[in-house]
């Protein structure tokens, strides 16, 4: 089966992308140096993940190695050479806000880490699969500028147009407002066409709404539905930051996700690009979900509200998922909005407490 390089493996995406791929007999290489605590704090560590990964997976080998440093990625992949037949990138900076506070960090973890496995993958392992976690922020605040109508609970698109089914990948990213963080993965996004498109690697940008699951150590500034959920569990004040708590996000399970990923690996394609997400099957807004989160714990969420938007930031954003079912029809969506949050409370609420 080969070997598949899993960045980001400790994280929401990676750890169910190591326990997939392990499942089908790879060996599985992750590259994860717990970024994620510089960034947000000792609560959105994702140690207490990667020690499950290397206790329960026999085939798991864990490289603690910043994917910016060159040298050491190329130790790896120069190790494992040819036999590397997937190679599955999520480690990012994954933060509008934090961005702001370090523009050097955040454009090299996102921008340059990706360039340097992209260019591992073409002197060690051209004939390997990537697939690259990118972002819907690459299409910076257009989404803002659809008709959008205000109704009790949700912001949502005029129902005659094009859009109403979900954005789909003929949207612009250019001549918007980004946040940083949307410009640096603009960069690696595109950097992942390219390697596609200029050297002939089978690169695929996955473009997605909000990725979650049970195994996220969502913060205040990343992993909105988890994070959510652990607030209103443990009776952690929330804030809603603009729009009146109405900004809809589509939601997909790290499974579905992962599942993708999986169709795409069987079937891989050139340069390719995909909206994926919740999409009309699976979103919702904060209040919405505040509901949710409320009817699930039996507690009420301690929230205040700022009229301050966070920048750049998507009053509604749904995928069209249409491109990529249209390529793998053998994939669909096996969790809703109300599953998502039920696994994120049954599986957390003991660990948060």
């Known amino acids: 089966m080969g070997v598949a390089i899993v960045t980001g493996s400790a994280g929401l995406i990676g750890s169910e992308a190591v326990r997939f791929f392990s499942s089908l007999g790879m060996d599985v290489v992750g590259i994860d140096n717990d970024m994620r605590k510089f960034f947000f704090g000792e609560e959105a560590s994702t140690k207490w993940n990667r020690q499950k990964l290397e206790k329960e997976i026999d085939s798991y080998q864990h490289r603690e190695v910043d994917i910016r440093d060159y040298e050491k990625i190329e130790e790896i992949f120069q190790h494992f050479g040819q036999d590397i037949a997937l190679i599955i990138h999520t480690a990012a900076q994954p933060s509008h806000d934090w961005a702001a ?47 959008l109508k205000e109704l009790e609970k949700r912001w949502e698109i005029d129902s005659a147009h094009k859009y109403y089914d979900g954005i789909s990948e003929d949207m612009s990213i250019d001549q918007c407002k980004h946040s940083l963080f949307g410009a ?57 930051y ?28 050139v340069g390719e690009v995909y909206n994926i997400g919740g999409g009309r099957e699976s979103n919702c807004s904060m209040l919405e979900a505040i509901a949710i989160a409320q009817e699930l714990s039996g507690k009420k969420l301690d929230y205040s509200y700022t009229e301050d938007n966070r920048s750049g930031d998507h009053i509604w954003y749904v995928s069209d998922l249409s491109k990529f079912k249209s390529h793998y029809p053998d994939w669909s969506l096996k969790y809703n909005i109300n599953q998502i949050l039920a696994e994120i409370y049954e599986s957390g609420v003991e660990r948060w407490n």
């Open 101 to 147: 506070s370090d523009p050097f960090s955040d454009f090299t973890v996102n921008a340059n880490g990706t360039l340097n496995l992209l260019q591992a993958t073409r002197e060690y392992c051209p004939e390997a699969v990537f697939i690259f976690t990118s972002t819907n922020k690459v299409y910076g605040d257009l989404p803002n500028a659809l008709p």
């Open 184 to 240: 640096s993965k603009v960069a690696a996004d595109v950097l992942v066409q390219e390697y596609g498109r200029y050297f002939g690697i089978r690169t695929a940008s996955f473009r997605g709404g909000c990725l979650t699951g049970p195994n996220h150590s969502g913060t205040e500034l990343h992993g909105f539905l988890a994070y959510l959920v652990k607030c209103t569990a443990i009776g952690k004040p929330y804030t809603i």
């Open 242 to 269: 603009g729009y009146k708590g109405k900004q809809v996000r589509d939601n997909i399970h790290s499974s579905d996700l992962i599942a993708a990923f999986h169709e795409f690996y069987k079937n891989p394609r």
